[in-house]
């Protein structure tokens, strides 16, 4: 998980400095979705600007929670029972897009992310809002059962605005990237209606606008408590983190996390957490997510494969291990050195 604050040397410049062009100072409010109370925050936001924004934003994130939910009922619901019934359905604008992203996404990572697996995530259980789940994990046969229909996003036609399916498995869930998407949305029309200088932050998972003056300043948290490292985000940025810590089945002392293999059905092992930096924060949630899928040995291939440089992982014994990109960037806390790999990672081009 990772974190946000803001050093305090900015926040006294930026109210120097908007003092000076008589500019309103900060501004801050939140909206609960999808299960996470989102902190958006502004600078340089004059009120007449800000106050409609901000409404028309909360317009926006009560759709999107209203149609992407997985479970609950709505418009990928409602999508996912005609798709399994074989039907050709019309999708809305934004879950064409999840959907269009998403493909290119699971081909980028050798499968290993994969939101037409809601099936499995259903088959764990994890279609709840209530963590930890307990009781044991699905059987072997059933978990064959899915494994054997091997549902993916390239099973899914699009034709104009229709979505149609031979594989009656699909199942869309898009909980590894509608954060992320959600995210991106924000900042952009807050950017469209002249907001340039936000943080939209969704319980540690986040994309800021900032500048090179007044930097965002994001901490990522250590699992086990406190922070490792603190970036500074001058441009347009964001830092995703999927982690093992939060949502999980608990059965007989074992702990099953909620993000899952797709090649096995099995729940990911081997990694607590994964953080990805890149300017998208639709990219980074999905590639936070297929990391810790891949796990210690894999995680810098797939990083590669889905044209990510700033990465860190922390594995199961609390070891980090970080992209040479990202390390650099960082603001490593101390005693960290001692803990930290960082692994080659050559790219093409
Ligand atoms: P995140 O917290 O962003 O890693 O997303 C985890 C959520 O994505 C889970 O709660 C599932 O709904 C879904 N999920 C689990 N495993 C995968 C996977 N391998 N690919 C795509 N989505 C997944
Ligand atoms: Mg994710």
Known sequence: MSFATRRLWPILLLVVV?????????QQAEFFVFGTLVDVQLRAAPDEAAQPALQELQVRFQAMHRDWHAWESGELTDLNQALARGEEVRASADLLTLVRRSQ??????GGLFNPAAGGLVKLWGFHTSDFPVSGPPPSEAEILAWLEQSPSMSDIRIEDDFLSTGNAAVMLDFG???KGFAVDIAVELLAARGLGEVMVNAGGDLRARG??????RVGVSDPAGGVIAA????????VFTSGTSQRYRQHDGARYPHVLDPRTGQAAS????ATVVTQEGLVAD????ALLVAGPERW?????????????VITDDGQIQVTPTMNQRLEWAPGTETRKTVVTQEFSH
Do not use: K
């Open 211 to 216: 500048t090179a003056e007044a930097p965002w």
């Open 104 to 109: 290119a996404l699971e081909a980028a990572s």
């Open 286 to 289: 999905a590639v936070a997510t």
């Open 231 to 238: 970036i500074e985000v001058t441009g347009d940025e964001a």
């Open 300 to 312: 810098p291939d797939i990083a590669r494969s889905m044209n990510i440089s700033q990465a860190l």
């Open 270 to 273: 081997g990694l607590q957490a």
């Open 176 to 178: 590894a990237v509608a």
């Open 18 to 26: 908007l003092q000076a062009c008589g500019r309103e100072p900060t």
